[in-house]
């Protein structure tokens, strides 16, 4: 299974790498359609240590961790009034170009450091707890050294990625948030056929647990709702907003949505900052 779903990986970059210029390498020619990048996007926004973590911190915490995702919605909402009309003004490929057109070079330069420094450690972890849970569920039965799991993982995502850049990963993400969510719904249906429990029981099952408790009131709780609300909010505008791996995919919508975002009225006092520099709108 592991080795189709690599397979159904390099196949999609195959097919998707033909013809590749640069244009389709780094902004996928500006033609993807904003429904299939949002889709992707839950997959890139997401990951493996979500799904193994997030149960253990319900488990240890209650739900008070919906609070922190209602929080990203409205993260979400000013990651698109806000920060998504200022880069398509700008017509960006790196948003941290907006950095050096703002407060000069070394602040652009410094901007992209951290964020290559903070990108290859987090997603070495995320490399490293994926390539063990793989090693202990698969590959230690098979006698197959972790540091072979980790380079042959390595390289299966060099393979898929190297040739067809962003109109690739565009595709392959649009088929790991499919499967993602395949398994999501699987999961459910085979914990709750191993509980004997039908979807109107497991849902008055999951009510009536504590660990179901959403709403927490004491401010000096780690759990207070409101607290985790806003914590939300703004990590999905740093990790998100100001990420240039997510926000990438953001910045080759199909031609008009851009014109439509480009249009939007400048609202707010950040966007009305940008007035002094001059952008080329999209014809």
């Known amino acids: 299974m592991i080795a189709g779903y690599f397979a159904v990986l390099v196949i999609i970059a195959v097919l998707t790498s033909r013809k590749a210029t640069s244009e389709s390498f780094f902004v996928a020619n500006r033609n993807a359609p904003w429904y299939m990048v949002a889709f992707a996007m839950i997959g890139t926004s997401l990951s493996g240590v979500t799904f193994i973590s997030v149960p253990g911190n319900v488990y240890g915490k209650s739900w008070s961790y919906l609070a922190v995702v209602l929080g990203y919605v409205a993260g979400y909402v000013v990651i698109g009034t806000v920060l998504l009309p200022l880069y398509y003004r700008l017509r960006l490929v790196s948003i941290y170009t907006y950095l050096e057109q703002r407060f000069g070079y070394w602040s652009y330069k410094t901007g992209a450091l951290f964020f290559l420094i903070s990108r290859a450690l987090g997603s070495g972890l995320r490399l490293y707890l994926v390539a063990g849970v793989l090693q202990l569920a698969v590959f230690d039965k098979m006698g197959v050294p972790f540091a072979a799991t980790v380079v042959v993982s390595i390289l299966f995502i060099y393979l898929y990625t190297f040739k067809g850049g962003l109109k ?87 031609t008009p949505v851009i014109t439509m975002v480009m249009n939007m009225p400048e609202t707010n006092c950040f966007q009305k900052n940008l007035s002094s520099l001059k952008f080329e709108k999209y014809t």
Do not use: H, P
């Open 168 to 254: 690739t990963i565009l595709w392959t993400d649009t088929f790991q948030t499919l499967a993602m969510l395949s398994c999501v719904a699987l999961s459910i249906y085979f914990i709750s056929s191993e509980l004997n429990l039908g979807f109107k029981q497991l849902v008055s099952t999951v009510r009536a647990s504590s660990m179901s408790q959403v709403y927490f009131s004491n401010f000096s709780d780690d759990k207070f709702f409101w607290k985790q609300f806003v914590s939300g909010m703004f990590i999905t505008i740093v990790m998100t907003g100001l990420d240039q791996d997510l926000m990438q995919k953001n910045l080759f919508w199909f």
